[in-house]
Every structure is written in structure tokens, then in C-alpha cells.
């Protein structure tokens, strides 16, 4: 596995750097060589954010988390990869390697996370109006929804307005 450490307004230090490449080595089991881990460690003011992402053969496992602490951020990432490599398994076993899950213990978990089946609950269609994105911030906050689907009336495509876990809004815009 390709490991990638980049360091936002955080200095990554000889010994967190060696820590996180031995540690995040251990998902080695389950992937075949080109998988790719991409570490993001952050510091947002008296906060640490550590973001880890592997992509494998089109899949992509993502966790964050923020902290006082990187070292602690370490150990409260990789259990959340693991059970979600653990739940695609399951389903999808060839894009894994052989004998990959054949061991009795897992490297950052107690026990395999529960696989539940989700079935679509609701179904919605509307109509995408072109609004500016300050009049989405706007109906985001009065609807008191999570996330606002618009039509972009500046750029003509679709974006998604998303309250972020920090607080702040995140902008989502796709492209066709």
C-alpha cells in the first residue's frame, strides 16, 4: 500500500510519521499493492484534525476526526476504516485480497461490525430552481434540514449546501 502524509498548518514529525505508516501497514492485509492511503493532518486552531482515506480498485474508505491530540486521533481513525473494509467485504470479496478476512482477530476492533440491509425509506422528486448560493444558505437554515440540492444560478450545475459536523457549510458541486 502507497502511503501519502500531507501536513496542513500542521509539522508532522519523524515519530508521528513513522507511527502512522506502521500502523496504517497493518490494513496491508486486506488490500492488494495498489491500494492508496492518503493521511491529512490538520491543525484548526487549538484542534487536530486527522482525515485518513484509502482508495482501492474504485472503492473508497474515509474517516476524520478531530481532536486534542494526534496521536489519540490515530487510534479513533483506523477502528472506523476497518469496520467499514469489514461491511464492503462482505459483499464484495474479489476486490480484496485472498484470505484476507481468514484470521481470528482484526487489527483496530473487538469484533466485525453487524452488515444490516438498507432499503430506500423514502423517495423524492422536485424541481431544481437556479437560486445563488446565498439564497440556498437561506433556505438551508429555514428548513432545518442537513444538506440543500440546488441548481446553481452562476455556474448552471448542481450543487449540494451541507452543514458540516464543525459547524460550518460545505458546498458540494457536481459535474456531468
Known amino acids: 500500500m ?10 508532522v514529525g519523524i515519530r508521528l510519521r ?17 491500494a492508496i492511503a492518503r493521511v491529512v493532518c490538520a491543525s484548526e486552531g487549538k484542534r487536530f484534525k486527522l482525515e485518513l482515506t484509502i482508495k482501492n480498485k474504485g472503492n473508497i474508505y474515509r474517516s476524520e476526526t478531530y481532536g486534542e491530540n494526534m496521536y489519540e486521533n490515530i487510534d479513533i481513525v483506523l477502528p472506523k476504516i476497518e469496520r467499514q473494509i469489514i461491511k464492503y467485504y462482505s459483499k464484495n470479496r ?4 485472498k484470505n484476507a478476512m481468514d484470521v481470528q482477530s482484526f487489527e483496530f476492533i473487538e469484533e466485525a461490525p453487524q452488515n444490516s440491509e438498507k432499503t430506500i425509506y423514502k423517495h423524492k422528486v422536485f424541481d431544481l430552481d437556479p437560486i445563488l448560493v446565498e439564497d440556498a444558505k437561506e433556505y438551508l437554515e429555514n428548513l432545518e434540514h442537513d444538506f440543500y440540492v440546488f441548481l446553481n444560478a452562476e455556474t448552471g450545475k448542481v450543487n449540494v449546501l451541507y452543514n458540516r459536523k464543525d459547524g460550518e ?7 456531468y
Open 94 to 97: 474479489d476486490k480484496f485480497k
Open 169 to 175: 457549510l460545505g458546498l458540494i458541486e457536481c459535474r
Open 18 to 34: 513513522t507511527l502512522l505508516e506502521k500502523k496504517i501497514e497493518k490494513l496491508n492485509r486486506y488490500f492488494q499493492d495498489t
Open 2 to 11: 502507497k502511503i501519502e502524509i500531507i501536513e496542513r498548518n500542521y509539522d
